[in-house]
């Protein structure tokens, strides 16, 4: 009969390439479970330089700093004698002198009292949206199974759990517990996609399994935790908070969890979780890349008023700058509007009236234009001219500029490059429409911050008289079903006609969908949080269709 065991689940906040401070970061999760008694340590994926390396993976010196980083992390735990700690890292094999690139390995090593007692290779690499592992790793072909106080344990990477074979192998070579550790980034439903993967693993191996997933931002990825224990029956039994770096106890005894600082986690509303993803985006890519705050181009629409909400939310009203740049199109109601909020939420607000620098490039250009007629070109010039004046703002601050295009104005090409699409992150860039209005609801009945009338006013860009959004485009629930359908889940025009939707706007969405693929190859990252957004899980040539 196996003792109680004792299991710490380090949820951490790492950052990709400080490798150093990923180091103190695990030394102070060891020595806290050490003191509490804690006989196995799990850290996520890639844990040592973060996730993902991308093509830091092809430099040696990377990787030798990995290794040398391991060295340090595993002499450290010899302090902290009976701990296990399971951590990610890269391993280069140089035993094959022949070989001009030696394989790597997506590895996990279990360290105690100074050695490495065992370790794994990740066997199944993700190479679909936007993973890319086997460009940096090679897959992995054997089980890792050691014995803890008489429990048998075994252990796998992310993607392995994914399906029956890692798992099985595992169990076949003795496991009685299955561990895994993860680094998988959030879209909508992620959640319960995983959850209900591990019942099925439970179904498959009669084995009980503790997963530990990474938590953060990184670029447009953000990690969001969840951590979760899954007994025999199939039943979480143990869930940690989302969006929030923690660590927590989990006991293990005669084949039953024991949870011992906390319950289970309730599950997030579909809309809590989507602003918790993208409120630890902003913050984490602030944070991560020393930018002092933000500044946001405030317009009175319900765009920028999400972003400025989030950006408060997730930085702090101090470090927020908004900007209202009226012209001669501005409604005084976007105008009062846009103040109020800021005025709202505390943050610094300016307005810089647009109209004179608008006119000069207007007096400039009117000898070129005096043969054509006005069109899309002098809206644009208003756009581009708050671009300038965003990114002088950044210039000379140092602060981010946040733009505030949503997914389904990227899709269909409504923003204009070097104009509302000047910035350094885009909030919105996976974020539909009707996506924004559900938000801005659900933020408003936490407190209220958004003035109601941005929710009720058509939206429109105000750069030319009785302006709307609708215009030129068909309603945004018939724009974002398209998007969602033909975009993110490969349908076709056939079948969205047959859903009953117009053929004539399905064939208008589509083709501005790849008409303006020169454009978002242009724009900013932003958070990802659907299961397929524009970067670098869509790949399409730059030709219009």
């Known amino acids: 009969m196996s003792l109680p065991i004792r299991f710490a689940l380090a949820q951490l906040n790492l950052t990709v390439g400080d490798i150093a401070g990923n180091v103190t970061q695990l030394i102070d999760a060891a020595r806290i479970a050490h003191a509490q008694g804690v006989d196995v340590l799990l850290t996520p994926e890639l844990s040592l330089p973060g996730y993902t390396p991308e093509d830091w993976l092809l430099r040696p010196a990377f990787l030798h700093e990995c290794e040398l980083a391991l060295i340090t992390l595993a002499q450290a735990l010899e302090a902290f004698p009976g701990l296990h700690m399971v951590v990610g890292y890269p ?8 070989v001009a690139t030696p394989p790597c390995y997506n590895r996990a090593a279990v360290l105690c009292e100074g050695r490495v007692v065992g370790h794994y290779d990740k066997q199944r690499l993700p190479n679909y949206a936007v993973f890319d592992e086997q460009r940096y790793f090679q897959a992995g072909a054997h089980a890792l199974v050691w014995t803890v106080k008489g429990l048998r344990l075994g252990l796998v990477i992310c993607e392995d759990v994914w ?54 931002g990184q670029d447009e990825l953000v990690f969001d935790g969840a951590s979760c224990a899954v007994d025999k029956a199939g039943q979480v039994v143990f869930r940690m908070p989302s969006f929030v770096a ?101 943050v610094r607000y300016t307005e810089i009236a647009i109209a004179p620098m608008v006119d000069a490039f207007s007096s400039s250009l009117a000898s070129f234009f005096s043969t054509y007629p006005e069109d899309a070109t002098e809206e644009n010039i208003q756009a581009r001219v708050r671009g300038t004046l965003l990114m002088a703002l950044s210039n000379k601050t140092g602060r981010l500029v946040l733009t505030t295009s949503n997914k389904s104005e990227m899709a269909v090409g409504y923003c204009t490059l070097y104009g509302d699409m000047a910035g350094g992150f885009a909030v919105l860039k996976d974020v539909a429409k009707t996506w924004v209005y559900r938000l801005c609801a659900w933020r408003n009945m936490q407190s209220m911050v958004i003035p109601q009338r941005i929710l009720t006013r058509a939206p429109s860009a105000e750069l030319r008289d009785n302006q709307t959004d609708q215009d030129t485009l068909p309603d945004y629930e018939i724009v974002d079903a398209i998007v969602s359908v033909y975009m993110e889940q490969n349908g076709s025009a056939a079948a969205l006609i047959a859903q009953g939707y117009p053929a004539a706007d399905v064939k208008q969405v589509i083709r501005l969908i790849h008409q303006n693929e020169h454009k978002r190859r242009q724009a900013p990252v932003g958070v990802r949080v659907t299961a397929r957004a524009f970067g670098r899980d869509w790949r399409y040539p730059i030709r219009p269709r």
């Open 246 to 346: 923690a660590t927590a106890l989990l006991d293990y005894q005669q084949g039953q969890w024991l949870v011992v600082q906390q319950t289970v986690a309730t599950q997030m509303s579909i809309e809590a979780q989507l602003y918790g993803a993208l409120k630890l985006g902003v913050a984490d890519y602030v944070r991560k890349n020393n930018f002092p705050g933000v500044v946001i181009g405030l317009s009175g629409g319900v765009d920028s008023a999400l972003v400025l909400a989030i950006a408060c939310d997730a930085l702090g009203a101090d470090k927020v700058h908004a900007v209202m740049m009226p012209s001669c199109y501005t409604a005084e109601i976007s105008r009062h509007d846009a103040c109020e909020m800021a005025q709202g939420l505390g």
């Open 91 to 98: 391993c280069c094999v140089d035993t094959l002198p022949a």
């Open 163 to 216: 399906s029956p074979f890692a798992c099985q192998q595992a169990v076949a070579a003795g496991a009685q517990c299955m561990l895994v550790i993860n680094a998988s980034p959030y879209h909508l439903g992620k959640e319960q996609e995983r959850e209900a993967m591990l019942r099925l693993r439970v179904q498959e191996t009669g084995v009980p399994y503790v997963y530990v997933n990474l938590v953060g």
